[in-house]
């Protein structure tokens, strides 16, 4: 029999995901930043700024920027390196990695950043290489979670620093009800109507529902070769920011 892995609350056989994750993003490009600043009324730029300014970037240090396709996170780490010191974007997405590359180039945001394709879950680099990975709204579209932290963990220097943005579980109770409508109810047709696309934001609220709660989450990133793993949530936990260092 197949393997099957979810594909938000659908099974599909394991080797198609990636496949069907690209697609998602590939009719998402055009209309991504105006949807996440629709979806989040811009709240996603404040997640991001929060995240970054946890990292200890100095001059000179290596950065892997992981699923980092549009360079949302590259753009805020830029300036810290004052000039000196590289970020990898690595991403899935030719068309996600492009926008991005357009987007940065128009800040002036060029000199020491890389625009690398490829799969999370194997990064084409040497062991012990970056001082610093990070990986925003991007690790709940992996096959294999663990095989993608484990990769983090495997590019990191001893000591290097771990960070992760993503949507996770609600931790304010009576807002549930509240919450579960907007993304079922209000995201998908959101979707439908400014990105003509309802099925990709179908899935990216399943996908979120998926994705595992801020403590399991914690644990695995433990299980999986980090220490001093921390969470913080955002917005009452609609997302939140997971920090660690490589043993
Ligand atoms: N980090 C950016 C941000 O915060 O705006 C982009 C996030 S976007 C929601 C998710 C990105 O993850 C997409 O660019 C997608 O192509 C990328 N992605 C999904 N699965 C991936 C994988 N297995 N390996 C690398 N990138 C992946």
Redesign the pocket.
């Known amino acids: 029999m197949n393997p099957t892995t979810h594909f938000g609350f659908s099974e599909i056989p394991v080797h198609e995901k ?1 496949t069907r ?2 697609q998602v ?1 590939d009719s998402v490009v055009d209309k991504y930043d105006l949807m ?1 600043d629709l979806m989040s009324l811009g709240i ?1 730029r404040l997640w ?1 700024r929060y995240a970054i300014r946890r990292l200890r970037i100095r001059p000179g240090q290596q950065i892997l ?6 360079g ?2 590259t753009r805020l780490m830029h300036p810290r390196l004052q000039g000196n010191g590289r970020i990898v974007v ?4 030719d068309n ?1 990695l492009a926008l991005g590359r357009s987007r940065l180039m128009d800040r002036g945001v060029v000199q020491g950043v890389e625009w690398i394709q ?4 194997e990064l084409p680099f040497a062991n012990n290489t970056f001082h610093i990975a990070t ?4 690790i709940r ?3 294999q979670i663990e095989t ?1 932290i484990r990769e983090m963990v495997r590019v990191l220097k001893p000591g290097g620093e771990f960070l992760c ?1 993503e949507f996770s579980k609600m931790a304010v109770t009576p807002l549930q009800p509240l919450y579960d409508a907007y993304s079922f109810k209000v995201l998908p047709e959101l979707g439908n109507w400014v990105a003509k696309d309802r099925d990709s934001y179908q899935y990216l609220v399943e996908s979120i529902r998926r994705f595992p709660d801020q403590q399991t989450f914690a644990t695995l990133l433990q299980d999986n070769g980090l220490s001093g793993v921390r969470f913080h949530n955002l917005s009452g936990g609609i997302a939140a920011v997971h920090h660690g260092w490589k043993a």
Do not use: P, Q, S, W
Not at 65 to 70: C, M
Not at 118 to 121: K, S
């Open positions: 990636i994750v690209r993003f996440n996603h991001k920027d992981v699923a980092g396709g549009t949302d996170l690595y991403d899935l997405n996600m490829g799969n999370a879950e990986i925003g709204f991007g579209n992996c096959t993608a943005l």
